[in-house]
């Protein structure tokens, strides 16, 4: 049995503020495609537009972090949220899974079809109390279902999915064609094209991550 604290993040505020962001980039986008706005002063408002809105993404999205607390049983997990309490019962959970990348993520299937979710990103939140929570969950479920010979799946890591590698190796080569006839088009390189890369950098860190996670316990 224990006690845990952790911060974790409001997952539908973060995307309802993602939303907006991605629809004012989109907008600005269409408008700077005129021929007036492509004079220096336009490139100019256009970058100080692009980080005045990174800006406000990043300061609003910093309040979807919350505080939740969890109480581990051997049978059962209790957690409380701000808005809800949640009871898991190890005998009826049918399916779960636990990702490490960018923060932490639990996901809990239930027999009675009840899914439960939650997640840490740490951008907006400190991950270390809930990775501790997760392990403990995870420690404590397979002890449970080994004891009562209990056959519950655990769902592979996101990365670790088939479909995945060959995604990133098509995105990645997208990007690279994008980039190319854009750069020999405007012969200048859009910030857009540099957030691209980072984004899809990351996914291939998270990628060869997971590989290694899964290689170093042969």
């Known amino acids: 049995m224990g006690k845990y604290q952790f911060e974790y993040t409001d997952k539908k505020y973060l995307i309802k503020v993602f939303i907006v962001f991605v629809t004012v980039q989109i907008i600005w986008v269409l408008t700077v495609l005129d021929d007036a706005m492509r004079s220096s002063i336009g490139s100019v408002w256009h970058l100080t537009t692009c980080l005045t809105s990174l800006v406000l993404f990043l300061v609003f999205a910093t309040k979807s972090k919350k505080h939740g607390s969890a109480t581990i049983n051997d049978s059962f997990t209790e957690i409380y949220l701000p808005d ?71 769902a592979p890591l996101m990365f670790l999915r088939a479909w ?44 060869f991550a997971a590989r290694r996670k899964v290689e170093s316990k042969l």
Request: charged content about 15%.
């Open 84 to 154: 809800r309490h949640v009871t898991i019962h190890y005998a009826e959970v049918k399916r779960y899974k636990i990702e490490h990348f960018r923060g932490g993520q639990l996901n809990v299937w239930l027999k009675n079809g009840f899914v439960f979710e939650l997640n840490a990103n740490y951008n907006f939140c400190n991950p270390a109390g809930f990775d501790q929570f997760v392990l403990a969950f995870d420690k404590f479920l397979t002890q449970h279902n080994r004891i009562h010979n209990i056959q519950v799946e655990k």
């Open 164 to 207: 995945v590698l060959p995604f990133l190796i098509i995105l990645s080569a997208g990007l690279i064609l994008v980039a190319a006839v854009v750069i020999y088009l405007r012969k200048t390189v859009p910030s857009s094209l540099y957030l691209s890369c980072i984004l899809i950098g990351s996914l291939w860190t998270g990628y």
